[in-house]
């Protein structure tokens, strides 16, 4: 089968499409056809070896996928041939602690799809049957691909790490990316008044057609100061983030009373300089979220099929193209998601 893979990391456009053998599943494993499959910022990551997670190489990336069960392990019952599937992306053991009590994004033993072991950039991927999640029949594997990663990461954000009261202010930091493209639409549903960035007009133009009431200008050194005025000067209820760096400090800014950051990733750095002072003075909260539970991931795709949610999608290339989709997330012009469809 062909398959997409990173064969050097640190130096970005290092791939190849390789003819590679078809996996075969272990007892407790599926192979699924792969259909489609979204890039997101891990993927990246993974290309310039900024993960701090040993990986081998040659690997296959991709961790928001989608296609159709083809084979299946010999102790497996729930899942036969033909079953529409997306696939979790962060692999847990279904034993420890966190994943009995459901928290799977905290298992003692997690694995990442398309860092640790082959991904979805590939015509099949065999994966743990435990992490395949049904799809309902109103979701098509472009809507899956578009969300299942990405918008189960806002979902776990907004209903999971925190909880969103309606009437309150929700600050969702980048209108155009997978993470805010969901979060703008799920914390308006949630009943919640939504202002978002973008450095573009056109990112600004995407949040306010997603439901944001405001889309600031993110390249404006005083864009906290337009969200302070935007609630009365009182600040926002919680921040949406996933950028860090000095923005985490700008978040902090804009932040109310008794407010919460989230954050699920840092693309514009790892490392923050705070000042407690106002924190503790103001009591806020600046809270970790980490991937999505097999739960969230269900009703992603169920709030997908009621078209409560709507994917946001960029470009779709077809597989032999890859490199193209890579250099289209890496140039940050992307509105919405970039997927990579096997069949088209
Ligand atoms: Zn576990």
């Not at 990336?61 to 997306?86: H, I, K, L, N």
């Not at 003692?108 to 992490?131: M, Y």
């Not at 600050?171 to 949630?190: F, P, Y």
């Not at 405001?214 to 609630?231: C, E, G, I, K, N």
Request: charged letters at 20%; hydrophobic letters at 40%; proline letters at 5%.
């Amino acid at each position: 089968m062909r398959a997409f893979q990173l064969m050097a990391q640190g130096t970005p456009g290092r791939f190849e499409l390789r003819d590679v053998p078809e996996p075969h599943p272990g007892p407790e494993e599926v192979v699924v056809a792969i259909h489609a499959c979204g890039l997101n910022r891990l993927d990246l990551w993974l290309e310039s070896s900024g993960l701090p997670i040993p990986t081998t190489l040659p690997r296959t990336p991709g961790g928001e996928m989608a296609g159709v069960v083809c084979a299946t392990g010999s102790a497996v019952t729930d899942w036969s041939s033909g079953d529409r599937v997306a696939v979790q992306s962060n692999l847990f053991c279904g034993d420890c602690e966190f994943c009995q009590r459901g928290e799977e994004s905290l298992c003692l033993t997690g694995e990442l799809l398309g860092v640790t072991r082959d991904g979805g950039l590939a015509e099949q991927v065999c994966v743990p049957a435990r992490s395949l999640v049904r799809l309902p029949d109103q979701v098509d594997f472009q809507t899956s691909a578009a969300l299942t990663l990405a918008g189960s990461t806002a979902m776990h954000m907004l209903t999971n790490r925190t909880a969103v009261q309606p009437g309150q202010w929700v600050l969702v930091m980048g209108a155009s990316s997978g993470v805010g493209s969901a979060a703008i639409q799920i914390a308006r549903r949630l009943g919640a008044r939504v202002i978002t960035t973008g450095s573009t007009r056109e990112k600004r133009c995407l949040g306010e057609s997603l439901g944001a009431e405001l889309a600031v200008d993110s390249t404006s050194p005083d864009w906290p100061r337009q969200v302070r005025q935007a609630t009365g000067r009182r600040g926002v209820d919680l921040v949406i983030e996933h950028v860090g760096g000095k923005t985490l400090n700008q978040c902090f800014d804009c932040l109310a009373r008794g407010g919460t950051i989230v954050t699920c990733g840092a693309t514009g750095g790892r490392e923050v300089h705070l000042n407690l002072w106002p924190i503790f003075v103001k009591q806020q909260r600046l809270i970790g979220s980490y991937g999505r539970t097999r739960a969230e991931i269900q009703s992603t795709l169920e709030w997908a099929a009621t078209g409560r949610l709507k994917p946001v999608v960029d470009r779709i290339f077809p597989l032999a193209e890859a490199v193209s989709a890579f250099e289209r997330l890496r140039s940050r012009q992307a509105l919405g998601k970039v997927l990579i469809c096997m069949h088209g």
